[in-house]
């Protein structure tokens, strides 16, 4: 595949009007070559997912989060925010990332966590369209629902909220969500599942009679890897796709 086609690609999975004013999307990384033949996929361009691509000879990363939201003036190996790239360059291998796009678009992470999650009549969530809203096909109680969330996303949850709370509608945004605790409650959500959620934002949905799981960025939008391939593979089937195997949670148990 042609880089111009891979770019193509994603901005049909992830279409670029979707992106929010503050991002940092697409092709941020020029490859060494156009010929796209193998591209290895994380939520983050890490320096280890840097050196893995250099291992593979892969010739794209593909990642969820940008790298240079902020904009950098050196690009130095030892600095955080230039070494993975600074490694990207010294090896040949280009970098292109999908975020608020991914997130809001149809297919995307919200709707890949809703699926995990087994929610039906998943539609977005207001008023900014960014997360989901669906309802469970029976109600359980907030223990219940948290247990089987943190099976589904393997992960350790934070629940604000009664254990013997009712669920029926779940509203959800990956990664950094909790500042829309408000709109999940307009909606009408029994609970609010999303990565994170601050101290501040957490008093809030006490106020708010909001229940809310948080269940880890991390792994709250990781689920959208496998469906991000799958999606890619069904428009051009010549590339050879990895899921990284040197990414993990930067905050776990010990």
Excluded: W
């Amino acid at each position: 595949m042609l880089l111009n086609d891979f770019v193509a690609a994603m901005e049909r999975i992830a279409p670029p009007e979707l992106v929010m004013d503050f991002d940092n999307v697409g092709l941020l990384v020029s490859p060494a070559t156009e010929e796209i033949r193998r591209v290895l996929v994380a939520l983050d361009c890490s320096v280890a997912v840097a050196q893995e691509a250099a291992r593979l000879k892969v010739d794209l990363v593909l990642t969820h989060h940008p790298v240079m939201l902020f904009g950098v003036k050196r690009m130095l190996r030892d600095h955080p925010d230039t070494a993975a790239v600074y490694r990207l360059i010294q090896s040949g291998v280009g970098l292109y990332a999908a975020h608020t796009n991914l997130d809001a678009a149809e297919h995307g992470v919200n709707d890949a966590l809703a699926e995990r999650l087994e929610l039906i009549d998943v539609r977005p969530l207001p008023p900014e369209n960014l997360g989901r809203i669906g309802r469970l096909r029976e109600p359980v109680t907030l223990k219940e629902f948290a247990a089987k969330t943190e099976r589904a996303l393997s992960c350790t949850a934070l629940a604000t909220g009664e254990p013997e709370a009712t669920v029926r509608t779940v509203a959800l945004v990956g990664g950094s969500g909790g500042s829309d605790v408000a709109a999940a409650a307009a909606a009408g959500a029994d609970v609010f599942v999303t990565g994170e959620c601050k101290h501040h934002e957490a008093l809030a949905a006490a106020v708010l009679g909001m229940n809310v799981l948080t269940c880890g960025h991390y792994e709250t939008e990781r689920v959208v890897l496998p469906a991000l391939i799958a999606r890619l593979q069904t428009l051009q089937n010549d590339v050879q796709y990895y899921v990284t195997l040197a990414e993990a949670s930067p905050q776990r148990r010990l």
